[in-house]
């Protein structure tokens, strides 16, 4: 018979929690009270090492700045800003509702975006909930998050919008302290870009306070496009990192120049040289610039090579959001090697190491 203290052992074994939860609830015991120091140990439990531009962005969000967070891709932009946001709240526990919007400009990396803000949230110990808010947000969702916001928000500029226009809008906002706005330069001399611009005004009217910071890759001018996130009447910091990406681009050409070589087939005819160059042991994502373009080629590639059958994959906005959801975990796992898709993987979908990356056609804007 076990007594009282081995059966309490045992429960404690089964409800031994994450590693995330361990270090939070140490860093608790710990007394760590600064919001940084508890992510700086957070950091360290994971065997993390912050780069310099992410002190840098905490520390000039805790001073109460706005700007530009400018570095390459797969760099760490996402906590870079969302950490410092997330340790500003915590400096007014007081607060309820909403405190943390992070405003992406699509909806398929919102659930990636969520996953990774929840680890940070659990990590030092914040009792925030986080959720996201899209086009793909269940009616019933969206109600329960009306009479109770989440300290946290994952959303869209159109969804964003949508909610201001909520006669309650005004408690909605009341305590927003930060906004985070990820892939920037695509918001950029566009009308989503607009939407954007005139809904970050509406929210500054309501809370003069907020700060603003913008995330962005592939922008050359980074001074106007900080200028534009944070506001006419804000001094736009800029943090910057120059950490080396080596590239290796090759062209490959049509073995005639036809008058219109696109036409009709949408370029098929280059399949064979693609299918030369395609490993399914490399994860590689295939862009196209259409949906049906994107239809096509996965079709080809499926019929040419029967055998890559479980490692291809098609990727688009107009699918499912379980699809969508399947493929980007396929790629996360390794399960799923080839993708062809449009932009809906071009904005930030968090997996791991991509290999190689092949453009059908010309791209849309060199960023």
Partial sequence: METTEESRAKARRRNKPNASESAAESMALEGADDPLERVERWFAARSWRPFEFQREAWAARMRGESGLIHVPTGAGKTYAAFVGALAHAQLEPELKGLRVLYVTPLKAVARDIKLALEEAVQGIGANFRVEDRTGDTSAHR??????????????????????????????????LDSIVLDE??????TKRGSLLELTLTRLRSLRPSVATWALTATIDNVEEAAQAAVGTDTKATIVRARLPRPLVIET????????????????????????????????????????????????????????WAEQLALHHGSLAPEERESVEQGVKTGTISLVVCTSSLDLGVDFGPVEKIVQIGSPKGVA
Avoid: Y
């Fill in 142 to 175: 969206r109600s329960k998050q009306k009479l109770a916001m989440p300290e946290v928000l994952v959303t869209t500029p159109e969804s964003l919008a949508l909610l201001l226009c909520d006669t309650d809008h005004e408690r909605h906002f009341k305590n």
């Fill in 184 to 189: 920037w330069h695509e918001c950029l001399a």
């Fill in 252 to 307: 490959l050409f049509p073995s005639e120049i036809d008058a219109f070589p696109w036409s009709g087939q949408l370029g098929l005819r280059m399949l064979p040289k693609l299918l030369r160059e395609l490993d399914p042991k490399k994860s590689t994502l295939i862009f196209t610039n259409t949906r049906s373009q994107a239809e096509r080629w996965h079709k080809a590639i499926r019929e040419a090579k029967p055998e």
